[in-house]
C-alpha cells in the first residue's frame, strides 16, 4: 500500500506522535511505503513531498509542532482544488490519504472523501472542540500549560493585589478555560457557550474583595462574549483565511472591571504557548493510538472515517457525522466548575 500523510491547520502537541505510529506501523508491519506532504493541505495540492522511513521519524515522539509543516490552506480555497488533489492521488499512486487536523481540515477531508479519495482522518486540536471523540491529542498538554501559567500568576497577582484575567485558546468553545480554571482553582470561568454578564461577573470578583482575599484570577476563552447588552464590545474581524481575528476580550474586561471595581486589573494573553513545545504522555500515547488505528482502518479499507476515543477505546467514525457540529461545554459541566469558584 501507498500511504500519504498530512499535518494541517493550527499545529497542536502530539502531531509527530501521529506521524511516527503511522510509519512505524504502515512500514514495519504492513511493508507499506508513507510519504508526507509539506505544509497540510499545500503539499498535496502543488504534489510537494517527502519519503517517510524509519530514519525520518526517528527521536520525534516528544517534539512539539509537526515535521511536516503546516498551513491553513484547503483544496476549497482553489476553483480546481479537488481536481488538483485526485489529479496528485492518482500521479503518485496513493491508496490513502491521512490527514491528521481540526475542525477545517476534517471538513477538508470530507470533501475529498466525498469526491472519491481514499480518506482516513484523525482528530487533533489543543481546543478539544471535535465532535465524536471524547478527547483529542494536544489539549491535555494545552490544560497543563494553562494550569502551571495561572498557578505561577496567583503569586503575582496576589503581591500587588490584582485581578488578572487570563485568556486562554478556544475560538468557539471554552474546554482549555473550563480544564484549566477547575485545575487551578480560579475565582472566575468565562466561556463562549455561556455570554457573561459584566454586571454578575463584577458581583463574583467583588465578593472576594468584600470577604478580604487579595486577589482574584479570571480565566477566559478568548472566543467569549458578553450578553447583548450587557457592555460595549468589540469582537474583531477576520484573518485572510476567515478565521477570528479576535479584539481581545481580556484586554476589554481588564478595563471594564478596573473602573467597576476599583482594584488594579491587568490581561494576561496566553496564546500560542499552549500549543509549543512537548506533548504530556496522555497525549502521546492517544496520537500513538490514532496513528495506529488510522493504518489499520486504510488496509480494511475504511474510507471516509476519522479515528475517535470513546472511553478508552479507539474507534472509526464517519468523516461526516464528526464535522457535522462542535463539541460544546454542557451546562452541567460549566456548573461542576462554577460550585468551586
Ligand atoms: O488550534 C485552534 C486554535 O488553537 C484556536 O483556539 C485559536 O483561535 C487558533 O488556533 C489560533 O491559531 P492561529 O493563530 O495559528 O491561526
Redesign the pocket.
Known amino acids: 500500500m501507498r500511504i500519504g500523510v498530512l499535518t494541517s ?4 502537541p502530539g502531531l509527530n506522535a501521529v506521524i511516527r505510529s503511522v510509519v512505524h506501523r504502515a512500514v514495519v508491519d504492513h511493508g507499506d511505503e508513507v510519504i508526507g506532504f509539506h505544509d497540510g493541505w499545500r503539499g498535496l495540492l502543488e504534489c510537494d513531498y517527502r519519503k517517510l522511513d524509519l530514519d525520518a521519524v526517528g527521536g520525534i515522539l516528544a517534539r512539539g509542532g509537526t515535521i511536516l509543516g503546516s498551513s ?1 490552506v484547503q483544496p476549497a480555497h482553489l476553483r480546481d482544488g479537488v481536481e488538483r488533489a485526485r489529479g496528485h492521488v492518482a500521479d503518485l499512486g496513493l491508496d490513502a490519504i491521512i490527514p491528521i487536523g ?1 475542525e477545517g481540515t476534517l471538513k477538508a477531508a470530507n470533501l475529498l472523501s466525498e469526491a472519491g479519495l481514499p480518506i482516513v482522518g484523525v482528530p487533533k ?3 478539544n472542540d471535535i465532535a465524536s471523540t471524547d478527547v483529542t491529542f494536544g489539549f491535555d498538554t494545552a490544560v497543563g500549560v494553562a494550569t502551571e501559567a495561572l498557578d505561577r500568576l496567583k503569586t503575582t497577582a496576589e503581591s500587588h493585589q490584582r485581578v488578572l484575567i487570563v485568556e486562554v ?3 468557539h468553545t471554552g474546554w482549555i478555560a473550563l480544564h484549566s480554571g477547575m485545575a487551578a482553582g480560579a475565582h472566575a470561568i468565562v466561556v463562549p457557550e455561556r455570554p457573561f454578564d459584566i454586571g454578575e461577573l463584577t458581583e463574583l470578583v467583588g465578593k472576594r474583595f468584600s470577604a478580604g482575599k487579595r486577589f482574584a484570577i479570571v480565566v477566559v476563552a ?2 467569549a462574549k458578553p450578553r447583548e447588552g450587557s457592555m460595549e464590545f468589540d469582537i474583531g474581524g477576520k ?1 485572510m483565511y476567515g ?2 481575528r ?1 479584539a481581545g476580550v481580556a484586554r476589554q474586561l481588564s478595563v471594564e472591571l478596573e473602573e467597576r471595581l476599583g482594584k488594579e486589573a491587568r490581561p494576561v494573553i496566553l496564546g ?1 504557548v ?2 509549543g513545545g512537548t506533548p504530556t504522555a496522555y497525549d502521546r500515547v492517544l496520537a500513538t493510538r490514532f496513528g495506529w488505528h488510522a493504518v489499520e482502518a486504510a488496509h480494511r479499507g475504511e474510507f471516509g472515517m476519522m479515528t475517535a476515543l470513546r472511553g478508552t477505546d479507539i474507534v472509526m467514525v464517519p468523516l461526516a457525522e464528526a464535522v457535522e457540529t462542535l463539541k460544546t461545554v454542557p451546562g452541567e459541566r460549566y456548573a461542576e466548575a462554577e460550585c468551586v469558584l
Open positions: 491547520g493550527g499545529d497542536c491553513r481540526g486540536t489543543i481546543d485558546m478556544g475560538r478568548e472566543g484573518d478565521h477570528e479576535f500560542h499552549q500549543r
